[in-house]
Nanobody
């Protein structure tokens, strides 16, 4: 099982990026998928999560209405579309998968996720 996050980069405030998470050795359909981020000197935080069906999606308050998680089942990919980026979105972003079913109160708990990809750096700065 391998996860590979990509798509990070440097953008100006107000810009957009789309992060991709690629799967190797498994099918995303079988897992809950989460995006997390960790800023320098800060704790890791959950950003977004998609249930297996994609029918339930969760977002941390600070990104709601700006970020969108989606699945491409034909390509076995998961994306995080990030719009209206702010300097406080600067962080290393990680994708992760869980065998569990996400709840609104627990989806952001990193210890519930079983596999993690390497991160991709997002820098928002003018």
């Amino acid at each position: 099982v391998q996860l590979q996050a990509s798509g990070g980069g440097a953008v100006q405030p107000g810009g957009s990026l789309r992060l991709s998470c690629a799967a190797s050795g498994f099918n995303f359909d079988d897992y809950t998928v989460g995006w997390f981020r960790q800023a320098l000197g800060k704790e890791r935080e959950g950003v977004s999560c998609s249930s297996r069906s994609g029918g339930r999606r969760f977002y941390t308050v600070s990104v709601k209405d700006r970020f969108s998680i989606s699945r491409d089942r034909t390509r076995n990919m998961v994306y995080l579309q990030m719009n209206s980026l702010k300097p406080e979105d600067t962080a290393v972003y990680y994708c992760a998968i869980s065998n569990g079913s996400p709840l609104s109160s627990t989806w952001h708990w990193g210890h519930l996720y079983d596999y993690w990809g390497q991160g991709t750096q997002v820098t928002v700065s003018s």
